[in-house]
């Protein structure tokens, strides 16, 4: 167990939905990392947040946004969904900002769109 | 640009040793890091290679020539639980010190 929780496991949608998916980093820890897997498939570093704030962006999409809370958790907001959005989609968690701190992740959310 | 190459699939023998390569080409490399992922399963961090040399935990090794832009995991006494992908991820300057990951290399042992 790493310690980084994520919520739903799995969610099925229809295609022009909005979903939110939500992550609660490892205790101690001040990064939040969101990422895409698609099926055979890298990982897509999508965007991280550092305390809080915005720290870098990957290749993430206009349709998708996310946030940190005061409290740590993150959550990554999808919306306008389409049926190439159907991926696995981690958060991740590192107690500093990245340098030489390694990614925690977590088990993940499947988001399968119909 | 930032490239990372691995071979896409391995296979090797329940109690024997695999060598999986990962070579790059970054500017500024800040670090190195090997994970292992079951399918459908999250990342989990093996090892950490910022200084050349070899690092081991275990059954597992990883090894890092910066000069040559060159890295490998070395696990021993394959057992069948270490069937996964093995992904190697790099940080650099040129990427801002975002990992960049590796397609991984899917391992299938054999009894």
């Known amino acids: 167990d790493s310690g980084v929780t994520q919520t739903p496991k799995h969610l099925i949608t229809a295609t022009g939905q909005r979903v939110t998916l939500r992550c609660s980093p490892r205790?101690?820890?001040?990064?939040v990392y969101w990422y895409q897997q698609s099926l055979d498939q890298g990982l897509q570093f999508l965007i991280q947040?550092?305390?809080?704030?915005?720290?870098a962006k990957g290749n993430i999409l206009e349709r998708f946004s996310a946030q940190q809370f005061p409290d740590l958790h993150s959550e990554l907001n999808l919306s306008s969904l389409e049926l190439g959005d159907s991926a696995l989609y981690f958060c991740?968690?590192?107690?500093?900002?990245?340098?030489?701190?390694?990614?925690?992740f977590g088990n993940g959310t499947r988001l399968t769109v119909t | 640009g930032q490239n990372i190459d691995q071979p896409t699939e391995m296979t090797a023998t329940e109690g024997a040793i695999v060598q999986i390569n990962c070579t790059y080409q970054?500017?500024?490399?800040?670090?190195l890091f090997w994970y292992q992922q079951h399918a459908g399963e999250a990342p989990t961090f093996l090892s950490y290679?910022?200084l050349d040399g070899l690092e081991e935990k275990g059954r597992f090794s990883s090894f890092l020539s910066r000069s040559k832009g060159y890295s490998y995991l070395l696990l021993k006494e394959l057992q069948m639980k270490d069937s996964a992908s093995y992904l190697c991820?790099?940080?650099?300057?040129?990427?801002?010190?975002?990992?960049?990951w590796g397609a991984g290399t899917k391992l299938i042992i054999k009894p």
């Open positions: 970054t500017s500024g490399f800040n670090g």
């Open positions: 205790s101690g820890d001040l990064s």
């Open positions: 991820a790099v940080r650099a300057r040129d990427s801002n010190y975002q990992l960049i």
């Open positions: 947040y550092y305390n809080g704030e915005e720290r």
């Open positions: 290679n910022v």
């Open positions: 991740a968690s590192s107690v500093g900002e990245g340098h030489g701190s390694p990614l925690h």
